[in-house]
């Protein structure tokens, strides 16, 4: 592959098609992204974007269509007319109905005009039709041996239908032709935790239950549900983001060293991880979980009014306190958290130390104990907590302070969003960054402990005002270990 004065390395040419082409995620994720791959000098020019809807556009209609997508996904300031009409000379609209297999010969017909050596294949659409699409991809001839297929998530309701939707999948594809996407591995302060923890000894040394006392994971949305209402209410916010997002997060925290930086390598030690998880029965539900639901609040409508019902016991907000039975992690709890209507939308982990084994300074008795913060979004950062001297006279005042490594500050050239990032090793045909058969099952094996616990149990969620930090019960579930959740400033 060539590189470009920068070094960033232009791709090979690919035919990237896109089911669901019209839809939200597509709108405001993927075209956006190739947009600024584009712009960034990584999409050959014999590159095409194939873009799939079912309602009939002529060209100049798409091409209207696509030019106020940019207009509007685009950051302010990056869009401009010189690089959309290159966008714009690469894309192709075509009418297909993903469940006609008829309609497959028309893209068949496209694609075989000068086929590109990569072939890449979205599938922006619900999870039930997967298989179907696969099997009309390959009964109609368009699986080649360089053909790469995106799932997006959620991939099934819990573990019988994920079995049942990847089944069908893998009857069609073998395992290294599914790249099932999580567009948080994409983020890049997430990426960094790899090279954070193996390229500096000073952090691997004291990563395990030696020196940490615990680790907060919080992924915190300050929308409702808004449109999404009516998928929400069949999901919650277990499903939406535990089983991928906060999962992931944890197994990147918590994995060991893998021998080298694979594919296979680091996704064999992520899914150790899943399987060490300690299983939370319907005995320990209690001690362990809190599920609560936004009510209206701080001029704010409830959940309920946002999905027009008098009743629903879907939560909103889930924290959980894990435990991972490994030598590396025995005795240190994972306090994960994430909800909707917070005050504030952000993402972080927050790995605590334990306290010095003997305070030499008597009069700062409370002097807190160290914290790596991990800012994943929105303002990508590292900050490490540590205690200094107060300057003057009068004995040793305490205050803690934090180094920050700031990603805006330090790197000020703009650098890829997930999506974009996450493509381009579709592209490359990169898996690292995607979960893998194995992983996906055995994170639905774990929830679905809690799943059929909250079940059986049959309980309303902890009701919470729109707008704070979630129900009182989620301080309980912390404070009564002794710890208490980071403040996001």
């Known amino acids: 592959m060539a590189s470009d004065d920068k070094g960033t390395k232009q791709l090979s040419p690919s035919d990237i098609v896109i089911f669901g082409g019209t839809g939200d995620l597509s709108v405001r994720k993927i075209l956006p992204a190739l947009y600024y791959r584009l712009r960034d000098g990584q999409l050959p020019a014999q590159s095409r974007i194939v873009v799939l809807g079912r309602k009939p556009a002529s060209p100049e209609d798409y091409r209207a269509i696509l030019r106020r997508t940019m207009q509007e996904f685009v950051q302010p300031g990056d869009f401009n007319d010189t690089d959309f009409v290159r966008l714009a000379e690469r894309v192709e609209y075509l009418v297909v109905d993903a469940r006609e297999a008829a309609h497959y010969q028309n893209l068949r ?28 991809l390959k009964e109609g001839g368009l699986i080649t041996p360089d053909t790469r297929v995106v799932l997006e998530k959620p991939i099934g309701y819990d573990l019988q239908s994920f079995s049942e939707i990847n089944n069908a999948v893998l009857q069609y594809l073998s395992e290294k032709q599914i790249y099932r996407i999580d567009h948080y591995l994409g983020k890049e302060t997430v990426q960094n935790l790899m090279v ?62 893998p021998a080298q930086i694979t594919p296979d ?39 309920l009014d946002d999905i027009k019902k008098t009743e629903s016991r879907t939560e909103t907000f889930v924290a959980i306190k894990a435990h991972i039975d490994s030598w590396r992690w025995s005795g240190v709890p994972f306090y994960l958290r994430t909800g909707k209507r917070m005050p504030q939308r952000y993402s972080e982990i927050v790995i605590q130390f334990k306290g010095t084994p ?5 009069a700062q008795s409370d002097a807190e104990s160290n914290k790596l913060i991990i800012r994943i979004q929105p303002d990508e950062a590292v900050q490490f907590q540590m205690n200094t001297k107060v300057p003057g006279p009068g004995g040793y005042r305490m205050k803690p302070v934090n180094l920050n490594l700031s990603f805006a500050e330090e790197f000020t050239e703009r650098y890829p969003d997930a999506y974009e990032r996450l493509l381009m090793d579709v592209v490359r045909g990169n898996p690292t960054l995607f979960m893998r058969s194995d992983e996906v099952e055995a994170a639905w094996i774990w929830t679905e402990y ?11 969620p902890s009701l919470y005002p729109a707008g704070s930090e979630g129900p009182s019960e989620a301080e309980i579930l912390i404070t009564a270990d002794g710890r208490f959740w980071h403040k996001n400033d």
């Not at 004291?206 to 409702?224: F, K, P």
């Not at 003997?358 to 008597?362: D, L």
């Not at 809690?450 to 309303?460: A, V």
Request: aromatic share 8%; charged share 25%; with cysteine.
């Open 109 to 136: 017909q496209l694609l075989e005009q000068a086929p590109r050596p990569v072939r890449a294949f979205y599938l922006a659409t619900p999870a039930d039709i997967f298989g179907t699409i696969c099997q009309h």
């Open 196 to 257: 954070l923890r193996f390229a500096n000894n000073v952090f691997e040394r004291v990563w395990n239950a030696d020196v940490i006392d615990h680790v907060q994971i919080t992924v915190a949305e300050s929308i409702g549900v808004g449109e999404r209402g009516g998928y929400y209410d069949h999901s919650g916010a277990l499903r939406d983001m535990v089983q991928n997002h906060l999962l992931q997060l944890l197994c990147l925290v918590a994995m060991e060293s």
């Open 265 to 303: 390598a680091v996704r064999d030690e992520k899914l150790k991880v899943l399987r060490a998880l300690r299983p939370i029965t319907p005995e320990t539900l209690h001690e362990y979980t809190v599920r609560g639901q936004y009510r209206s609040g701080n001029g704010m409508p409830g959940y």
């Open 358 to 362: 003997h305070n030499i300074f008597p």
């Open 450 to 460: 809690l799943l059929k616990g909250w079940q059986e149990r049959d309980e309303k």
